[in-house]
């Protein structure tokens, strides 16, 4: 199902194509090549699809820059590659894109397989293995396909005796919207004094020439 209409791309022969190229969706889930603005296909979704999988198997993200100095990544670019992230951000800046896309770019531009495989090390074997070739910076050594990706998860699924189908998704839909209902107006206000009234002196108003009634 698809919810988000800023992931949509035409692939319609005849397209008119825009002249800022920018990715497509949230930055934070772009692939590297759709950040630097190189050619993108089918495999930059799996790239996004690694990332989500990622975040939910462990709450990390693999452009999160929290624990690294910005200064040391650029340090460990090359000139040809300092351009590519100079000019990304450019286009980034001029596409008014967030101000976590620069992050973005020179993180996509800089990770490495060692810094895959720390983040996917407490996860399970099948995992891991899917988790290190999907997240991997050249798409031509990620899976082929979303077909061959959902089989390698199938069979790591069933490496681990956990099977999982349409009862499976069904149940477990079921379990997350029942989550939801009883967590709703947990965080609303329960008292009069949830808000209390702000107190104003008269000497702390003032009035400007030129105002309306």
Avoid at 166 to 175: H, I, N, W, Y
Wanted: glycine letters at 8%; a negative charge; aromatic letters at 4%.
């Amino acid at each position: 199902m698809l919810t988000d209409f800023a992931c949509v791309r035409s692939l319609l022969s005849g397209r008119v194509t825009t002249t800022l190229p920018r990715p497509q969706g949230e930055v934070f889930y772009a692939s590297p090549e759709a950040l630097l603005g190189e050619e993108v296909d089918p495999r930059s979704d799996l790239f996004s699809l690694g990332l989500v999988l990622l975040e939910l198997a462990t709450g990390l993200h693999l452009y999160n820059t929290f624990t690294i100095r910005p200064g040391d990544l650029e340090e460990a670019l090359t000139p040809a590659v300092k351009e590519q992230v100079l000019g990304a951000a450019m286009t980034a800046l001029v596409a008014d894109l967030p101000e976590h896309a620069e992050d973005c770019i020179l993180r996509a531009a800089t990770f490495s397989p060692q810094d895959v495989a720390e983040l996917t090390e407490p996860l399970p074997l099948p995992l891991r293995s899917i988790l290190r070739r999907v997240l991997q910076r050249r798409p031509e050594d990620r899976h082929l396909s979303a077909a061959a990706l959902e089989a390698e998860l199938r069979a790591g699924l069933a490496l681990l005796e956990a099977p999982y189908g349409a009862m499976e998704a069904l149940e477990e839909g079921r379990d997350s919207r029942d989550g939801a209902s009883t967590s709703r107006g947990v965080i609303e206000p329960t008292g009069d004094d949830a808000f209390p009234p702000v107190l104003v002196g008269e000497e702390e108003i003032t009035t400007e020439p030129g105002g309306t009634n």
